[in-house]
């Protein structure tokens, strides 16, 4: 079992910068692919970052690219992402999932992520 517990969403204006933090315990941290994605109501979670257990080889969704950084710590067996230059369609729950290494190359793929942590919320005003 992995447990995931985020933190760092809240308000911020267009523009502004955030960094999320989720923190893992429980399995071994560095076995797991860590990812972020986003979810708003009525749309599917869409996939926003991932980064492999040594923290060397990192992916990106499309729109987020050069805006947002992942990045890990597995003494501290926490994943961050850093959201820069923020816009209004960013507002989301952000949630960060563990996939097995097994799968690492479908990071993007959400259904096959096997720990979830519970959500942060982040709304980004115009």
């Known amino acids: 079992q992995v447990q995931l517990v985020e933190s760092g969403g809240g308000l911020v204006q267009a523009g502004g910068s955030l960094r999320l933090s989720c923190a893992a315990s429980?399995?071994?941290?560095?076995?797991?692919?860590m990812g972020w994605f986003r979810q708003v109501p009525g749309k599917e979670r869409e996939f926003v970052a991932a980064?492999?257990?040594?923290?060397?080889?990192?992916y990106y969704g499309d729109s987020v690219k050069g805006r947002f950084t992942i990045s890990r710590d597995n003494t501290k067996n926490t994943v961050y992402l850093q959201m820069n230059s923020l816009k209004p369609e960013d507002t989301a729950v952000y949630y960060c999932?563990?996939?097995?290494?097994?799968?690492?190359?479908?990071?993007?793929?959400?259904?096959?992520?096997?720990?979830w942590g519970q959500g942060t919320q982040v709304t980004v005003s115009s």
């Open positions: 999932g563990a996939l097995h290494e097994y799968y690492s190359s479908s990071y993007s793929k959400e259904r096959l992520y096997g720990y």
């Open positions: 429980g399995r071994t941290f560095s076995s797991y692919i």
């Open positions: 980064i492999n257990w040594g923290g060397a080889t990192t």
